[in-house]
């Protein structure tokens, strides 16, 4: 599986963003499918999850209420609906994939094989 993100950039505090990322493979929906951040430094942090056959979603408590993940399967592309946007979200937006990952392991980077380059989010206060 190859993912490609791409939607970010540079916005103000409160305004929105939507991030894309799509996939190639002939089963997508047989994957769930993450976004992680990541600042200099730093591990790679959970955003949200979008679990595989219609499985559910999942989100860090910091972007609760705020973001939106949401997939296409015949377009092979996962979004993240980011909304009301704070300074403390910037960051390197990265896709993922995953086969076989059991819901209690979503939250975890170690449980994705496949990821994708990242995309910048920077929020200007």
């Known amino acids: 599986v190859q993912l490609q993100a791409s939607g970010g950039g540079l916005v103000q505090a409160g305004d929105s963003l939507r991030l894309s990322c799509a996939a190639s493979?002939?089963?997508?929906?047989?994957?769930?499918l993450g976004w992680f951040r990541q600042t200099p430094g730093k591990e790679r942090v959970f955003v949200a999850a979008s679990s595989r056959y219609g499985g559910g979603t999942s989100y860090s408590d910091s972007v609760k209420g705020r973001f939106t993940i949401s997939r296409d399967n015949a377009k092979n592309t996962v979004y993240l609906q980011m909304n009301s946007l704070r300074p403390e979200d910037t960051a390197i937006y990265l896709c993922a994939a995953g086969a076989s990952i059991i819901s209690s392991a979503v939250y975890s980077s170690a449980a994705y094989a496949y990821w994708g380059q990242g995309t910048l989010v920077t929020v200007s206060s």
């Open positions: 493979g002939r089963t997508f929906r047989g994957y769930t």
